[in-house]
T-cell receptor, first 114, second 109 residues
């Protein structure tokens, strides 16, 4: 069974640009969550999608958005990039996103904003 | 609100024990523990639900005190393979899984 796949693995952008990151969950998983990881800050929750609907959202500005497709694949978009957006973006999938389910993480997309 | 983990970093010798603590200011439904090795994705260790149960995974176990809104991860007779960053994640009434800032564990021969 294939794991969670994130593309691209690395991205370099400049300030003001926008970027789209992609996440393919494990087959059969309907919940996809996104996290931003920076040194010292741990994993910051961005949002969670279930059956194409955003079910939860973290405390990030509106420049961060996402969506989920009918096949459960998810995309995350960041517009008007800032230097502080440089981070590892991780997505994780689970069957239903229930609070007692384990998450399966992808390897992440390393975004560098210059 | 992000749970607080302590200590921030631990250095051990093989065979030594360690405890990592996780505390929250919110009432919790569950606590999750994950380990991330350098350059890799976080990997699930265990989930603890309300009820104060203790769970185990190899020589790694954890407890959950819902009254104190705290969880502790116990690593017994540590091995080199235990090195990595440990994250606790907490679920409150918001339904979001919020992770702490992580505890870096280094096990030396």
């Amino acid at each position: 069974k294939a794991g969670v796949t994130q593309t691209p693995r690395y991205l370099i952008k400049t300030r003001g640009q926008q970027v789209t990151l992609s996440c393919s969950p494990i087959s059969g998983h309907r919940s996809v969550s996104w996290y931003q990881q920076t040194p010292g800050q741990g994993l910051q929750f961005l949002f969670e999608y279930f059956s194409e609907t955003q079910r939860n959202k973290g405390n990030f500005p509106g420049r961060f958005s996402g969506r989920q497709f009918s096949n459960s694949r998810s995309e995350m978009n960041v517009s008007t990039l800032e230097l502080g957006d440089s981070a590892l973006y991780l997505c994780a999938s689970s069957l239903r996103g229930a609070t007692n389910e384990k998450l399966f993480f992808g390897s992440g997309t390393q975004l560098s904003v210059l | 609100q992000q749970p607080v983990q302590s200590p921030q970093a631990v250095i051990l010798r093989e065979g030594e024990d360690a405890v990592i603590n996780c505390s929250s200011s919110k009432a919790l439904y569950s606590v999750h523990w994950y380990r991330q090795k350098h350059g890799e994705a976080p990997v699930f260790l265990m989930i603890l639900l309300k009820g104060g149960e203790q769970k185990g995974h190899e020589k790694i176990s954890a407890s959950f005190n819902e009254k104190k809104q705290q969880s502790s991860l116990y690593l017994t007779a540590s091995q080199l393979s235990y090195s990595g960053t440990y994250f606790c994640g907490t679920v409150s009434n918001t339904g979001k899984l919020i992770f702490g800032q992580g505890t870096t564990l280094q096990v030396k021969p």
